[in-house]
Protein backbone atom coordinates (compact mmCIF):
# COMPACT_ATOMS: atom_id res chain seq x y z
CA UNK A 1 0.00 0.00 0.00
CA UNK A 2 1.52 3.66 -1.39
CA UNK A 3 -0.14 5.55 1.35
CA UNK A 4 -0.68 4.99 5.17
CA UNK A 5 -3.40 6.47 7.37
CA UNK A 6 -3.11 7.50 10.74
CA UNK A 7 -6.16 8.20 13.02
CA UNK A 8 -5.83 11.57 13.72
CA UNK A 9 -6.26 12.62 9.93
CA UNK A 10 -2.45 12.21 8.68
CA UNK A 11 -2.08 10.49 5.54
CA UNK A 12 1.73 10.25 3.30
CA UNK A 13 1.52 9.29 -0.58
CA UNK A 14 3.49 10.41 -3.57
CA UNK A 15 6.23 12.47 -1.64
CA UNK A 16 3.35 14.70 0.39
CA UNK A 17 1.79 14.72 3.93
CA UNK A 18 -1.56 16.04 4.68
CA UNK A 19 -2.49 17.07 8.13
CA UNK A 20 -5.45 19.27 8.98
CA UNK A 21 -6.56 19.88 5.79
CA UNK A 22 -3.47 20.78 4.91
CA UNK A 23 -0.81 19.67 2.01
CA UNK A 24 2.86 19.87 2.55
CA UNK A 25 5.71 18.13 0.47
CA UNK A 26 8.02 16.12 1.84
CA UNK A 27 11.03 18.12 3.78
CA UNK A 28 9.35 21.17 4.00
CA UNK A 29 7.99 23.43 7.11
CA UNK A 30 5.32 25.34 7.47
CA UNK A 31 4.90 28.26 10.05
CA UNK A 32 1.32 29.20 11.23
CA UNK A 33 -0.31 32.03 13.05
CA UNK A 34 -3.18 30.40 13.80
CA UNK A 35 -2.87 27.70 15.45
CA UNK A 36 0.63 29.43 16.23
CA UNK A 37 2.88 26.09 15.64
CA UNK A 38 5.47 25.22 12.52
CA UNK A 39 4.71 21.66 10.80
CA UNK A 40 7.48 19.65 9.50
CA UNK A 41 6.88 16.65 6.96
CA UNK A 42 8.90 13.92 6.56
CA UNK A 43 6.95 11.34 4.61
CA UNK A 44 10.06 8.46 4.70
CA UNK A 45 9.83 8.27 8.78
CA UNK A 46 5.81 9.02 7.99
CA UNK A 47 5.76 11.49 10.86
CA UNK A 48 4.54 15.21 10.90
CA UNK A 49 6.72 16.88 13.49
CA UNK A 50 4.14 19.71 15.48
CA UNK A 51 6.03 22.50 17.42
CA UNK A 52 4.14 25.08 19.16
CA UNK A 53 4.34 27.32 22.03
CA UNK A 54 5.10 26.27 25.26
CA UNK A 55 2.47 27.91 27.40
CA UNK A 56 2.44 27.74 30.88
CA UNK A 57 -0.88 28.41 33.09
CA UNK A 58 -1.00 31.54 35.26
CA UNK A 59 -3.59 31.51 37.90
CA UNK A 60 -6.61 33.02 35.92
CA UNK A 61 -5.01 34.89 33.34
CA UNK A 62 -4.72 33.76 29.31
CA UNK A 63 -2.06 34.16 27.63
CA UNK A 64 -1.67 37.03 24.97
CA UNK A 65 -0.87 36.28 20.95
CA UNK A 66 0.25 38.64 18.66
CA UNK A 67 -0.21 38.73 14.56
CA UNK A 68 2.89 36.88 14.06
CA UNK A 69 3.28 33.81 12.36
CA UNK A 70 5.48 31.06 14.49
CA UNK A 71 7.62 31.08 16.66
CA UNK A 72 7.02 35.18 16.87
CA UNK A 73 3.10 34.39 17.18
CA UNK A 74 4.14 32.83 20.96
CA UNK A 75 2.53 34.54 23.45
CA UNK A 76 4.67 36.83 25.71
CA UNK A 77 2.88 38.00 28.62
CA UNK A 78 -0.89 37.74 30.10
CA UNK A 79 -3.73 38.99 30.48
CA UNK A 80 -5.97 39.00 33.57
Known amino acids: ?3 YQHNYGVSFEDG ?5 NQTLKDGV ?6 PCEQ ?5 TAKTVTVRGC ?5 GS ?4 HNRHHWP ?6 WVC
Open 1 to 3: DAS
Open 16 to 20: ICKYR
Open 29 to 34: SEAFQY
Open 39 to 43: WVCNV
Open 54 to 58: NVKSF
Open 61 to 64: CVPA
Open 72 to 77: HCCPRG
